[in-house]
């Protein structure tokens, strides 16, 4: 059954991503009886209480009842059982590596399941590659960034990603998983072959397109709601040697949009294999995450132009290469692909880095001191220009307060398996659009309001444009609702 764009889809870019598995319950669960075989893997310590009390937002705090620190995949399944057998269940929250914003791997009065007990002892699903049949076998504790380096080792490569690899294989497969690759190869999520899930009656069960396929397609992209993923058959490639990848401005967004989906309609791998947006606004400040890309000589005809438009937009792709083509070739095609596209003259570059150095390029950077109030969306392509408009300028411009990065850019219904639980735009072309704040750990809010003004605004334009609109609304009660203009994700 497909999915109707009606319900929010938690998600981090980039992005970005923790999962999670909550059994919904009052109880404390130390009130519950526990498996003694936990006892020991049971933490109620401070150190431990408060290292599951935040995540990386680092805005909503809540303390759990107690952290377990599983040696092996049975240790979960005994809590779940437990909390399944209890006369009144208590929260389950499955943490990867603590990237959600918003609180969502986290369990009030319940139980955080950190499963970087099983990835740093080792007692978890270690990563296995099968060269022979392109595929590799990864524990749902893993991250990707060691899926890359194993794989990379064989010579293959999983070929969707997302833009930052600290972060659990479980957690991105229980969102969605996107990145620029997506709109070539779909999401993560329609990348899997074979999933091993603990359900919540706490059985292991194995399930796949052809075994026990209504789990499979609930849990991909089910948010934690219907199991926890201990292991994922994902599919490999052969990886590429190199990456040209390059950027181009554009001062006008008729013409950014127009060209980046001549690249996303086109599919073809001989154009470019990855394509994201990037958005420089004015506030006065260089944004160094696009200006560093280009020489520094350039940066006050940068700093000018965005000046003059308010909005500079920028599209950055990617071309993979296998052999080690010459470079001068390389260029020529780079020439070809911009020949007809309307960035502005004279802004294009491109730089040959190796397929490892361009996966890798976001670093993992912790900081306690600092706040991630972030915001995502998906966007209907019939509406982008309204979004332009109304969000983009009349509230993200004129508040003047966003300095970090600002993704936007196309995706491929057809490329996203519509039986997955994934709630995606019903339109041919949808847009991401992901606000990657970073603020002080007292000033977020100003950042929150503007996330609600958006939330507003995306609303009030549904309200407005309800008959376009097909509603299937699904209860999601880690989330609530938001109407289908703008799918928070």
């Not at 240790?75 to 269940?89: A, E, F, G, M, T």
């Not at 309204?386 to 491929?412: E, H, M, S, W």
Request: proline fraction near 5%; charge should be negative.
């Amino acid at each position: 059954m497909a999915k109707s764009p009606s319900t929010p889809i938690h998600l981090i870019v980039v992005l970005l991503v923790t999962y999670f598995v909550c059994t919904m319950g009052k109880s404390n669960a130390l009130t519950c009886p526990l498996p003694p075989e936990l006892a020991a893997k049971l933490h109620v310590d401070p150190a431990a209480i408060d290292s599951a009390s935040t995540d990386y937002g680092n805005i909503v705090h809540s303390k759990p009842a107690a952290v377990l620190y599983p040696s092996s995949i049975e240790d979960i399944q005994r809590l779940v059982k437990s909390s399944y057998n209890c006369p009144i269940p208590f929260g389950i929250s499955v943490r990867g590596n603590g990237h959600s914003v918003d609180g969502q791997d986290m369990a009030r009065d319940g139980v955080v399941v950190d499963m970087k007990s099983l990835r740093e002892n080792k007692t978890g699903i270690k990563i296995r590659v099968s060269k022979n049949h392109l595929f590799a076998d990864v524990g749902g504790e893993q991250l990707w960034i060691d899926v890359l380096h194993t794989t990379a080792a064989q010579g293959l490569s999983p070929v969707s990603w997302t833009d930052f690899l600290y972060l659990s294989v479980g957690g991105t497969l229980s969102n969605a998983g996107i990145s620029g690759q997506t709109f070539l190869h779909g999401p993560q999520i329609s990348n899997v072959y074979e999933l091993d899930v603990i359900t919540g009656k706490g059985e292991l069960v194995t399930c796949s397109k052809r075994n026990n396929s209504d789990l499979f397609d609930s849990v991909l992209g089910g948010l934690g709601q219907f199991g926890i993923i201990t292991r994922a058959r994902i599919a490999l490639r052969p990886a590429p040697t190199k990456v040209r990848w390059s950027r181009a401005f554009y001062s006008n967004f008729s013409d950014f949009i127009r060209d980046q989906e001549r690249i996303v309609r086109g599919g073809q791998r001989d154009v470019a294999n990855y394509l994201e947006g990037l958005l420089m606004f004015d506030n006065g400040t260089p944004t160094e995450w696009i200006t560093s890309f280009f020489h520094p000589t350039q940066l006050p005809q940068i700093m000018s132009l965005v000046k003059t438009y308010g909005i500079l937009y920028c599209l950055e792709l990617t071309k993979y290469h296998f052999i080690e083509d010459i470079e001068s070739e390389i260029d020529q095609d780079l020439q070809q692909v911009f020949k007809d596209f309307a960035h502005v003259p004279g802004f294009i570059d491109a730089k040959f880095v190796s397929y490892q150095e361009f996966l890798t390029r976001v670093p993992n950077v912790e900081n306690e001191s600092q706040t991630h109030p972030w915001q995502n969306l998906f966007i209907p392509q019939s509406r982008i220009s309204d979004f332009n408009v109304g969000v983009l300028r009349d509230i993200v411009l004129k508040r003047n307060i966003t300095t970090g990065p600002v993704l936007f850019y196309p995706l491929n219904r057809h490329k996203w398996d519509a039986e997955l639980s994934a709630v995606i735009p019903d339109e041919d072309i949808f847009y991401t659009a992901s606000f990657l704040h970073t603020s002080g750990i007292d000033n977020w809010q100003v950042y929150d309001d503007q996330n609600k003004a958006v939330i507003k605004f995306c609303e009030e334009a549904e309200e407005e444009n309800s008959d376009n609109f097909h509603h299937d609304v699904r209860p999601n009660i880690a989330f609530g609702v938001l109407k289908p203009f703008c799918i928070l994700k």
